[in-house]
């Protein structure tokens, strides 16, 4: 695992993202712009889910959040690896940041144990509220983590 760091490091990417004042800038921006569409969709989705606005017809808000929260994490996912490239060996020592990770991932996998399972049409309220319960306390986790990471030596 050290030598995949120390050569993904070394990359002329990683180089960029260490020595490109703009480049790092313009890439965190793109990090941030992505967190915001997903956390902004999963809130707005996740406060539904647990009965607000229940006259908003719950498919019709998911056909419109979803995508939007789709789009935020993939967009946040990419910048986040090339943010990453900027100190991969430093990265990977920060327990913060492995525990940032695990929680994306324990995300992720409510979002689709939800939508692959039995989406939100047939999801029993019980399901809803859960689903909901979980992204919202995950999601911001996810967030404290991340900035957290920017004031941590390890």
């Not at 992505?34 to 229940?54: E, F, K, N, P, Y």
């Not at 419109?64 to 991969?88: S, W």
């Amino acid at each position: 695992m050290d030598a995949l760091l120390a050569w993904l490091g070394e990359t002329a990417l990683a180089e960029w993202m260490r020595l490109s004042r703009w480049g790092y800038a313009s890439v965190n921006a793109l990090h941030v712009l992505g967190i915001a569409l997903l956390i902004g969709a999963s809130v707005a989705l996740d406060l539904r889910l647990l009965g607000w606005r229940r006259q908003v017809p719950l498919q019709e808000l998911g056909r419109l959040l979803q995508p939007v929260a789709a789009v935020g994490l993939g967009l946040a996912i990419m910048a986040g690896a090339l943010l990453f490239l900027a100190d991969p060996g430093g990265y990977a020592d920060m327990s913060l940041f492995r525990l940032k990770l695990a929680l994306i991932a324990l995300a992720i996998a409510n979002a689709l144990l939800l939508n692959l399972g039995p989406g939100l049409a047939n999801a029993t309220p019980r399901r809803l509220l859960v689903a909901g319960i979980v992204s919202l306390l995950l999601w911001p986790a996810v967030l404290l983590a991340g900035r957290f990471l920017a004031f941590v030596d390890a």
